[in-house]
């Protein structure tokens, strides 16, 4: 499966939050804290993310490894599609010794207090990430890469952002690694 993703600023959480509420379904509030391990081969960054969660239905972790692509359509906007390969871990501590055996290093800790909702095939969050601010993030799992695909994901999208009263110009297309490292937040070496 391939996650498309979009994310935007929100400039007023409680406005995005009334829209929300009036056509998605309310999941979960869930606090997740990211450690992105990771080391420089042939001039290319490889890294795998481990993530806590603690929300109401208590305490999960996870190991995640992403390919990410950024695609731009002919608006000039740029959307992730990202391979994503996941799985639920009981215990990072194994993991985490590891990371540090294979002398990996931390290339970021990323904190995000989420909001979550579904709409149709949408998963939406409404994420507070410290020091940048609010940002809504939509995703849509999609069984190909395809252009064609993709460019379906995007416009339902770009529809629910439209929906919450976001314009383009707020959309998102740096990762959070980006503006982190930008304000001097990074944890990169």
């Not at 990211?34 to 806590?52: C, H, L, P, S």
């Not at 996870?62 to 959307?79: H, P």
């Not at 904190?111 to 940002?135: N, Q, R």
Request: glycine share 6%; hydrophobic share 35%.
């Amino acid at each position: 499966m391939f996650e498309v993703e979009l994310k935007a600023h929100v400039d007023n959480r409680n406005f995005v939050i009334e829209k929300l509420t009036s056509f998605a379904t309310y999941d979960a509030s869930i606090k997740k804290e990211d450690t992105y391990w990771g080391r420089i081969v042939g001039g290319k960054k490889i890294q795998a993310r481990v993530r806590k969660e603690v929300g109401s239905s208590g305490k999960k972790n996870y190991f995640t490894y992403k390919q990410k692509e950024l695609r731009e359509s002919s608006d000039g906007i740029e959307i992730e599609v990202n391979d994503e390969k996941e799985c639920e871990i009981f215990d990072i501590a194994p993991i985490e010794a590891f990371f540090k055996d294979m002398q990996l290093d931390i290339f970021l800790e990323k904190t995000k207090s989420v909001m979550s909702w579904y709409f149709a095939d949408a998963h939406i969050e409404l994420c507070t990430v410290p020091p940048l601010g609010d940002f809504l993030e939509i995703e849509i799992l999609s069984e190909t890469s395809s252009e064609s695909d993709i460019a379906s994901c995007r416009e339902k999208i770009l529809s629910i952002f439209a929906m919450c009263g976001i314009t383009e110009d707020k959309i998102e297309s740096r990762y959070y690694s980006e503006m982190l490292r930008e304000c001097g937040k990074s944890g990169e070496s």
